[in-house]
């Protein structure tokens, strides 16, 4: 299994501001991934960080308003840029690890913007 | 993508066995069925995964039709901590880029009654 820790749990923001998410992994993983729930809905993957490269970012999804960093292979953080209440979500974090590459999820960041 | 269709909802009574069905007519050769669940206010966890043969592990058993056109996760014996959303997902056998990415569906919300 992978133990995932996401930071914060929860805020609360004010619209216009930015918000960055920190994930912990409690050990090397090459590939990082990012994950939104909105209200009442599946996940969607936003995009795939993998270390010392450019994250690749899914249709729908682009860099300026969701940066991404990944300085080494236990850590990533997502930033919510210049946020509106349409990115009130759940945020999470999620490794491939094993010989199934099974998928683990972090606990997730709850955001409520105002 | 492939996809998958599940029933919205179910219900279980707590102590029995719990069939929870997935269509996925257009499943290519190179596609393993994977399941997950999302226990309330929680990252989703893997459940099981299979590619032809039925599988067992500790969680569940996993059912694969002859044609690998439909699925079904059985839960032997639900109880309460089982309530959950029930996602089954087709995920190429190629792990590697974002071909293994997991897409979700909305998957089927199971309750279980005491």
């Known amino acids: 299994s992978a133990v995932i820790s996401q930071k914060p749990s929860r805020d609360i923001c004010q619209r216009g501001t930015s918000l960055t998410i920190q994930c912990q992994v409690d050990?090397?993983?090459?590939?990082m991934f990012w994950y939104r729930q909105q209200p009442g809905q599946s996940l969607t993957l936003i995009a795939t960080?993998?270390?010392?490269?450019?994250?690749?970012?899914e249709s729908g999804f682009v860099i300026d308003k969701f940066p991404i960093s990944r300085p080494n292979l236990t850590f990533s953080t997502l930033t919510v840029s210049n946020m509106s209440p349409e990115d009130s979500s759940i945020y999470l974090c999620?490794?491939?690890?094993?010989?199934?590459?099974?998928?683990?999820f972090g606990p997730g960041t709850r955001l409520l913007v105002l | 993508d492939a996809k998958t269709t599940q029933p919205n909802s179910m219900e279980s009574n707590e102590e029995e066995p719990v069939h929870l069905p997935c269509n996925h007519s257009?499943?290519?050769?190179?596609?393993?069925i994977h399941w997950y669940r999302q226990l309330p206010s929680q990252g989703p966890e893997y459940v099981i995964h299979g590619l032809t043969s039925n599988v067992n592990n500790r969680m569940a058993s996993l059912a694969i039709a002859e044609d690998r056109k439909s699925s079904t996760l059985i839960l032997h014996r639900a109880t309460l901590r089982d309530a959950a959303v029930y996602y089954c997902i087709l995920r190429s056998r190629d792990y590697g880029g974002s071909q293994g990415n997991l897409i979700f569906g909305k998957g089927t919300k199971l309750s279980v009654k005491p």
């Open positions: 960080a993998n270390q010392g490269s450019e994250a690749t970012y």
């Open positions: 999620s490794v491939r690890r094993g010989p199934s590459e099974t998928q683990y």
């Open positions: 050990s090397q993983v090459t590939m």
């Open positions: 257009t499943i290519s050769g190179t596609d393993y």
